[in-house]
T-cell receptor
Framework: DSGVTQTPKHLITATGQRVTLRCSPR?????VYWYQQSLDQGLQFLIQ???????AKGNILERFSAQQFPDLHSELNLSSLELGDSALYFC?????????????FGQGTRLTVV | AQKVTQAQTEISVVEKEDVTLDCVYE???????LFWYKQPPSGELVFLIR??????QNEISGRYSWNFQKSTSSFNFTITASQVVDSAVYFC????????????FGRGTSLIVHP
């Protein structure tokens, strides 16, 4: 158990809908990272937050947004969902603000858009 | 632009065999970090190692070893005396030392260890 908690584990929703994925980092970790893993694109970095502020941004679509709250948990909001958004979404956390530190991953949220 | 190539899509070995997973990268940065992650059938990603571009020392951790060669832009991963529990998808990743900080992952190598 990495200590990173993601909810829900599975999510099935229809095209055009909006969903929110939640991540609780390990105790003491200030950084949260979001990744998307799909068959087409492989593993892609989406966005990083450090202590509530956006630190790095990857290939995150405009339909997607994220935030990190004062208690350090993070949410990834996906809207106007398309079939191609079906993927496994991972959250990871680390102590420091740089991605070169060891990161601990949650078990992921599997999103299926039908 | 960065690129990470894991040319081996799938490798199948029998238990106790040694196996090497290849990773070749491209970057224009002089400072960068290389990583290996393991994704077992249960799905979570497990961090294995980080190496920065200034440290070409090979590393050994139990049955795992890593060979970093800047001259060939490679960061290969060897499992000695493989075990069934090593069956997983292994990802190599590259992150620049500055700028965007965005990591690039290879497509992964699926390792199947047969008893």
């Amino acid at each position: 158990d990495s200590g990173v908690t993601q909810t829900p584990k599975h999510l099935i929703t229809a095209t055009g809908q909006r969903v929110t994925l939640r991540c609780s980092p390990r105790s003491g970790d200030l950084s949260v990272y979001w990744y998307q893993q799909s068959l087409d694109q492989g593993l892609q970095f989406l966005i990083q937050y450090y202590n509530g502020e956006e630190r790095a941004k990857g290939n995150i679509l405009e339909r997607f947004s994220a935030q990190q709250f004062p208690d350090l948990h993070s949410e990834l909001n996906l809207s106007s969902l398309e079939l191609g958004d079906s993927a496994l979404y991972f959250c990871a956390s680390s102590v420091a603000g740089q991605l070169n530190t060891e990161a601990f991953f949650g078990q992921g949220t599997r999103l299926t858009v039908v | 632009a960065q690129k990470v190539t894991q040319a081996q899509t799938e490798i199948s070995v029998v238990e106790k065999e040694d196996v090497t997973l290849d990773c070749v990268y491209e970057t224009r940065d002089t400072t960068y970090y290389l990583f290996w992650y393991k994704q077992p059938p249960s799905g979570e990603l497990v961090f294995l190692i980080r190496r920065n571009s200034f440290d070409e020392q090979n590393e050994i951790s139990g049955r795992y070893s890593w060979n970093f060669q800047k001259s060939t832009s490679s960061f290969n991963f060897t499992i000695t005396a493989s075990q069934v529990v090593d069956s997983a998808v292994y990802f190599c990743a590259l992150r620049p030392g500055g700028g965007s900080y965005i990591p690039t992952f290879g497509r992964g190598t699926s390792l199947i260890v047969h008893p």
